[in-house]
């Protein structure tokens, strides 16, 4: 496979590349109704997942670099339109315990964002123009094989729960300005049994092997 390089598409349908000047692989995540553009980028991995993350604001032809405090990576999920973006940052030595989300202002100030209370990993991938974050948690069952993923929508701090009934995997994804959010979901294997049918059939939470994330973002950070 080759190499991965962003783009950006206009209404006329012409293409611009976005590749990070010295980066072997460039990933473009969400774009605002400003025409700024947040992605992820490595310069030294052309794998996918990708070791050492680096995020970018993309804005008026130029790359801006960001990295967020005291880690070694850090990647961008959202950016609404005024300018703020929402991503999570690690650091490559020790994901698990190094692990934080983040929301960063238009002037580079960052702030942290709240875990979900019990989860091992709290993601906030969507943000909207009213400071609202679409957000996913990970929770481990007392054994330690299983994955627990739930979806939340956050106002000033505090979470609601997003449970597709009968589900046994949920996600958010993104989330617009009249807090509506998208995401996806898993049904029950067939004949399935065990913690993964318990979640379910409790509360149409998400029950899921180990490393079974389809997008690859939780494996990184659980144990």
């Given amino acids: 496979m080759g190499e991965a390089h962003g783009y950006l598409r206009d209404a006329r349908g012409r293409f611009t590349t976005l590749d990070v000047p010295g980066a072997l692989t460039t990933l473009a995540w969400r774009i605002n109704n400003r025409g700024q553009v947040v992605g992820i980028y490595s310069d030294v991995d052309r794998q996918v997942p990708l070791r050492f993350l680096r ?13 967020a405090p005291g880690v070694s990576n850090t990647t961008l999920n959202d950016i609404n339109d005024r300018s703020q973006s929402v991503g999570q ?6 994901p698990k315990n190094s692990h934080y989300t983040f ?16 989860a091992v990993q709290t993601i906030h991938i969507g943000l909207n123009n009213r400071g609202q974050t679409a957000a996913t948690a990970a929770f481990l069952s007392s054994d ?8 939340f ?15 046994v995997s949920t996600f ?18 067939p004949g399935t049994t065990g913690p993964s049918a318990a979640a379910a059939a ?4 998400a029950g899921m092997p180990m490393g079974l994330d389809p997008l690859g973002m939780m494996d990184r950070m659980l144990p």
Avoid: K, M
């Avoid at 995020?55 to 990295?67: A, L, P, S, T, V």
């Avoid at 940052?89 to 020790?94: H, P």
């Avoid at 960063?104 to 875990?115: A, I, K, N, V």
């Fill in 153 to 167: 929508r956050y106002d000033d701090g505090a979470p609601t729960r997003i449970a597709v009934p009968g589900a």
């Fill in 55 to 67: 995020g970018y604001i993309y804005e008026d032809g130029r790359f801006i670099r960001i990295d």
């Fill in 89 to 94: 940052a690690f650091d490559s030595a020790d």
């Fill in 202 to 205: 409790a509360d149409g939470a």
């Fill in 172 to 189: 958010a994804t993104a989330i617009n300005d009249r807090g509506h959010i998208v995401g996806y979901y898993t049904d029950p294997a």
């Fill in 144 to 151: 330690g094989t299983f994955v627990t993923l739930r979806a």
């Fill in 103 to 118: 929301l960063r202002e238009r002037d580079g100030t960052f702030t942290r964002l709240p875990d979900v209370p019990g």
